[in-house]
């Protein structure tokens, strides 16, 4: 190793990490099916040829939305390139045009919600085709599985096999449903197939453990439109508790460095829906946590003070968690949302629409490299 020598009079030679081209195969693209999202957006998916990538089997890729789709000109039937983005995420590179047979068919977004028929619609500031329907079966379950999700409540054991059974059985019609023991408990689980007294035991368990999660926690579980984990934490760091924040105005909310204009109207229009409130009020009686620890570690100093960071795709080596964690414990914040006030973007692999806005707005774009080299305080 010390053969080896130093790059410049830092890292050794031998620690320093290669980067290899992604492996890419070519697969038949099979289908262009659609996933209701717990906000009601219709999030198109390849359905591909299963096909071996860097050692996992690919058969289904995200394709984002329908303007994507069409600027790669995807189409059912193509042979297309397929990769898996930072060695984890399938990816959808483009078609293949020389195989192409004249038997392909361009995709055509619906005009009706494919769970619950609804006409859907496409709002003129976005790129999403959305469902508009509250009570869709699709938003409800994947509103769910969102709500139990680790980085969210964390319910371990609540996936989507079991969200949907308890929906089925109609143990459940939304979130709160999971805390009523009259609605959720162990003679009732009991009767549901794939559960035995033990596993029954630890669903419960897990259920009550997330009552006691921080406010900033339970504002991500509950999928605000646009507000991420980021805002989220601004969010209950600035109002304290879920009483000061529900009779905030959308002008109050926006003052917050970080919190734009769209995160602030989604905020104040969720808490002006009367449906909105009584969730929040059953919640509450049911005994989830409703206000947030004083001030986080890290605020008020360090080599990123004042600093506003977004983060988009997959980083190298940080996951987005730690990179956040990071950031915040060098002073700075993190966001979700790019506007004008943004510090930098820091972008990884199969970086999307954030990207597109930082270099809309002239925001700088930094990598991972870049930010732990900041937050080091070699600026």
Known sequence: HAELGTVGDREPRWAIARKFAPEVQVTKLLDIRI????????????????????????????????????????????WVEVTRAGEVIPQVLGPVRERRTGEERPFVMPEKCPVCGSRVEHPQDEVMTYCPNVSCPGRVLEGIVYFASRGAMDIRGLGYERVRALLHAEFIENVADLYDRDRVSLARLLTLDGFAEKSAQQLLAAIDASKSRPLSTLLFALGIRHVGAAGAKLLARHFGSMSRLAKAAAEDIGTIRGIGPAIAEAVAGFFAEPRNRKLIARLEKLGLTMTEPSAAAGEGGGPLAGQTYVIT?????????????????????????????TTAVVMGADAGSKLEKARALRVPVIDEAELLRRASGKQ
């Not at 009601?40 to 071996?52: F, H, I, M, T, W």
């Not at 329908?66 to 193509?78: E, N, P, Q, V």
């Not at 940080?318 to 004008?340: C, M, P």
Request: proline share 4%.
């Open 35 to 78: 996933n209701v999202g717990r906000t009601g957006a219709l999030n198109p998916y390849a359905v591909l040829e299963p096909v071996e990538i860097g050692g996992a089997t690919v058969s289904q890729a995200a394709l984002h939305n329908a303007d994507l789709i069409a600027a790669k000109d995807i189409r059912i039937g193509d």
């Open 313 to 341: 795709g997959t980083l190298p080596s940080l996951s987005r968690t730690k990179a956040q964690e990071l950031i915040e414990a060098a002073g700075g914040h993190v966001t979700d949302n790019v506007s004008k006030k």
